[in-house]
């Protein structure tokens, strides 16, 4: 209860503040528009409460903010009026700690004194129901803190009770008290409004009239000493009206003092419990209006809201632990990587990225570091494609396996690669397939059953890179790529090739065939540029994405069986353990590089010289590949 | 059974073949010796096996391989006869399916045959015992092929027996088989062997006298149509020999059948059951010498071994489903790197690495990716320092959480950390603490508790870093590096630091003090380089590792508070995903070029000037820092 001071013969009216009301929608609202429109901008922003008068006894008066407190022209929900607010967003804890709660409090106190001034509260007394909102989201851990503040201007002294408060039953007949209900309703259905906040009432023991605060003039000719208005009160208090009050009466006094010694107030509220409507327990008090005038000066104004533990201090609602926790992994992740185009990269288009199809042909070392990397982008779709089954030497080197996933022969790589990112992350969409990859140089056995099986693999192949857009070549041997390579090409998917040695590595983009109207079919299918092509270009121009080679285009013999009379340490893939996650790394930066460019895989290649020109994209240049191959710098990857 | 051709008039006498009994123990020792040891070499590899004359009835006629095979000098256990052996262990598959086996087999029977015409094998009869094994160890999947072969020449015509088999108590008389007994056991104590593989008899009524084979003539001399000789058998069977009577057979005929028209043959067979010895159920058959003079060519000759099927070729034995899986994980993880040492960095040196303390400050997407790599390379010693919890956004960015780790607040970074390493690899020892690192800039609250948790902090931390070889800088502040990397210093422990922008990265090492002796007390703590020592040396020389500078050299403000008033995107470290995989994996790489460098953290730091020169360890340069900051690279690292 807050009281106003003032004359200790007569018991003071008091007023029930505001509870502040913020529901998840609002929190969840404000993180979106933090996160894709407010981003560092820490200007104040309009937003939209409302309240209630309905409520059940024992219900506190509350103010709500809800998802829609953002948008000002959402409606107000049935029987409930509006608030307008200020937000003032911090982008640090400190900012918030720091913010002058005095100062915004007096900004806010001078327009509502400024509206009461000037008349134009009286034409639209919403601008009495001021409320500002302090707030600051720590996005990482879904802590929101924030501090509510109704801003109340203050009478010069407080204001002593003449009669009251009762209940509206006590001073209205039956008949009357129908008859307010019907002159309310009627108002505000001329009016176009689910409630009034505030209004004029007349009565006598056969009429009762109501009005907006504007018409006082004609409204109150015939009053003497005493004028009655109403206020939509969310109070539920059988002795105390609810906070809306002050401001009107500060209104009141300032506007008809001069003329009237007292108000009468009726606290309207408005309940409706099993479907019958009830106004009779409003309540009904009258005020010695203060007769003093008002110095121009705004009155001191009060209004920040008490903490839970009853001082002056912020809030906090911790959201992690009432939202979906699988909601609340997706909404964080998508959060570290908007992040980015905050400040870093506002140019960058992350729809391009997350929204992307990847086929990883491949699930062992690189194949791991890739899907790693891709679930960092927030890339949604990952498949993968392997015919291998874990083994011990695996999980220490293959970051999607454990020891567990090695027992009884092992599980299948697709399969446990695939379940491991729901794991992970249960927002991807992310699928295995246990499956071989038909290879030139490893003959078919002809029998039916196996020759049948060769060409349901083709079949399937193809249908998993129609179905992708980013076909990722990552397996351990020259020739499995080869077929994906051509029918890639065919579909003109862009392919990401990575290759590991012991030191050395390469990451490439093949290059994509031009458009069939631009006439490709004399392209060789395993090799993307026409030799005229080649010959008509200079080596050392830059070379758009459609006369980029591929893989295999420096091959002078066909790719053979090259998993034939290995020893053990051609079986392995004996290479220097950081090399998987740099090349795996950067297979996915090169993808993400690409997609951000806007020819896509048709970008001219970036090559170093380029450096001292404005890059290509908003995360640089666009290589045709990135390798370490040189003999000098063959043993230097450290 | 193996037939030998003939007289059809009498029946033949027919030769229990050896089955080959490879104990665990012996493919254990192969894969150790493979993997350290023979490396790629193929070249044929002495090893020894034995066999057992007192076994059950029932069970075949075992040659045994155990862990002991490659020690020629180990002993022969106890009533075991040996038998050499030779290994031919191939690289691949493909090596082992193409051995010509036929030609193995010749060799084997010329050296044995050598050793029958020269008297060798008189003098040593082991010579007659000799075996092949073909092996192809696949040591990723612990698939061990291989093929067994006693090599047996044959006679040119089968051997009609002339009597029996009977059993020894069907012709010997109790005391002749008490005196057979120790005659024996006389003769083996006096040569000091375990068994006798091949002896000589001489019996009367009263009499039975044993006598080695080179004493033939002495011991010949007073008999007639025929001589008796003792075979250590094998075989159980009542009706047929074992192997090792062949060659000794293709012996006596060779010697013997000019003096001698029959061989009279006692199969030894001496078992203990149930405490009671017994040699009677030894057999005695007559066979006819073949009296044909032999051409010098070495006869014909059989043995490889016949497959579970029964037909020609070779065995297979899956060791991985009868490991101990945890054991099997060890040996997988030691194989990927114990095969960079065969072919591609024969000098690097293992143990350095594998060996070495890992203390990992930080345990964000740095500290998992670094742990990744650490494990990759067989480190087993690793432990976590962190005070965060994990959050939902991580996952996907820390490859060591998943999304059950984030639930009901999320488990402490480290300690999940250090679990999630176990699950990995149990071989691992992983820990994890979780605590503050006191900052400079961050004050402690002066309260007792708090500056009693900080003292402890320290103390703590410097216990850590002392028990530790290597600390590793991961955290997302730049002053909670400072207190570890003085720490350090005063210690002489190797620092890597690592630290992240958004496309640009940092991993270098810090200088290491000069050791005490050489008088260091004069460097300030947390620059470790002495001004004087800066001075004195030329900008563009080759810095030694005493000279090098630390993450805080280049400071010209003490380090601060960089938490306070951050906004969101920089709380969070908002960098490219690819790029803490990058910075991590070169992090370690850049570690165990340290490791590998004779002069460890005092290594000269290398420069790209260095290239063209021989790089200082088997792994390449060992620079002072790999970074990615100049600003035209900045957005270049797809």
Redesign the interface.
């Known amino acids: 209860m807050a009281a106003a001071t003032g004359d200790p013969g007569l018991s003071k009216l008091q007023f029930a503040p505001f509870s502040s009301a913020l529901d998840v929608g609002f929190w969840h609202e404000l993180t979106q528009r ?1 996160l894709n429109e407010y981003r ?1 901008d820490e200007a104040p922003k309009d937003i939209k409460g409302y309240y209630y008068n309905g409520d059940s006894a024992g219900l506190p008066a509350r103010l709500t903010l809800e998802f829609s407190a953002f948008d000002m022209s959402a409606p107000t929900p049935a029987h409930c009026c509006p608030a307008i607010g200020t937000l003032f967003n911090t ?2 804890l ?2 918030f700690k720091a913010a002058d709660k005095k100062l915004l409090l007096e900004q806010a106190a001078d327009e509502i004194w400024e509206a009461v001034k000037s008349g134009a509260a009286l034409e639209n007394p919403v601008l009495l129901n001021k409320f500002l909102l302090l707030t600051f ?5 879904y802590h929101f803190y924030y501090w509510f503040c109704f801003p109340a201007l203050c009478l010069p002294e407080s204001l002593p009770l003449i009669q009251g408060p009762v209940g509206l039953d006590q001073r209205f007949s039956p008949k009357q008290i129908q008859a307010l209900e019907r002159a309310y309703d009627d108002l505000c259905q001329t009016e176009g409004v689910p409630a009034l906040p505030y209004f004029l009432i007349k009565y006598d023991e056969n009429v009762v009239l109501v009005s907006l605060l504007k018409h006082y003039g004609d409204f109150f000719q015939d009053q003497r000493t005493k004028i009655t208005i109403g206020v939509y009160d969310p109070c539920n208090l059988a002795q105390h009206p609810g906070w809306p009050l002050r401001n009107l009466l500060v209104l009141a006094a300032h506007r008809w003092s001069s003329s009237f010694q007292s108000v009468e107030v009726l606290c309207f509220r408005d309940r409706t419990m099993q479907g019958v409507r009830d106004i009779a327990h409003s309540i009904v008090f009258e005020v010695k209006l203060p007769e003093m005038a008002f110095s121009p000066d705004c009155p001191k104004a009060v209004g920040w809201e008490k903490n839970q533990k009853g001082g002056m201090g912020p809030r906090m609602v911790n959201l ?2 009432c939202m979906d ?2 909601r ?2 997706e ?3 998508d ?2 990587l908007k ?2 185009c ?4 506002p140019t960058l288009d992350l729809d391009k990225v997350v929204s992307v199809k990847c086929l990883l042909l491949g699930a062992g070392t690189l194949g791991c ?1 890739v899907a ?2 891709l ?4 890339v949604r779709h990952i498949t993968f494609v392997d015919n291998a089954n874990i ?3 695996n ?3 293959q ?1 999607l ?4 996933d ?2 009884a ?1 092992g599980k299948p790589k697709a399969l446990a690669a695939a379940e491991r990112l729901q ?4 927002g991807v969409h992310a699928r295995g397939f246990n499956m071989s990859i038909p290879m030139p140089g490893h003959p078919v056995n002809f029998s039916s059953v196996t020759l049948e099986q060769a060409r349901k693999d083709v079949e399937h192949l193809e249908q998993l890179i129609e179905s992708h857009d980013v076909v990722f070549l990552l397996m351990d041997t020259r020739e499995s790529r080869w077929l994906p390579a051509v029918i890639a090409a065919s579909k003109r998917k862009l392919v990401i090739n990575a290759a590991l040695g ?2 050395t590595f390469v990451v490439m983009r093949h290059g994509l065939k031009k458009p069939k109207q631009q006439g490709a079919g004399d392209l060789c299918p395993g090799h993307l540029v026409a030799p005229a092509d080649l010959l008509g270009s200079s080596l050392f121009a830059n070379i758009p994405g459609y006369k980029l080679g591929c893989y295999f285009c420096n091959d002078v013999v066909a790719p053979g069986d090259s998993t ?6 051609q ?2 893939t ?1 290479s ?4 998987a ?2 090349a ?3 297979a ?3 993808m ?2 690409v997609l951000q460019h806007p020819d896509g895989g048709y970008a001219i290649a ?1 090559s170093s010289d380029d ?2 020109n404005e ?1 290509p994209t ?6 045709h590949q ?1 390798k370490n191959l040189k003999y ?7």
């Open positions: 933090k560092l982008n640090t400190e900012a989201a720590d996005l990482k851990k992690s632990e926790p699988k609340l992994a909404s964080s992740v959060l570290n992040l980015m905050w400040r870093l990269v570091n790693r990397t679930m960092g982008w927030g083994s011990y030497s999980p220490v080197r970051p396996y454990e020891f567990e090695c027992l022969g794991k992970i992350f249960p012991f030191d034939r009379d290995r020893t053990l340490d079986q392995c004996v220097r353990p950081g090399l996650m740099i795996g790394a950067l996915v930066e090169l993400v590089s970036s450096r001292m890059p908003s995360l640089g240049l666009v290589p990135k000098h710098e063959r043993r230097s990857i450290a």
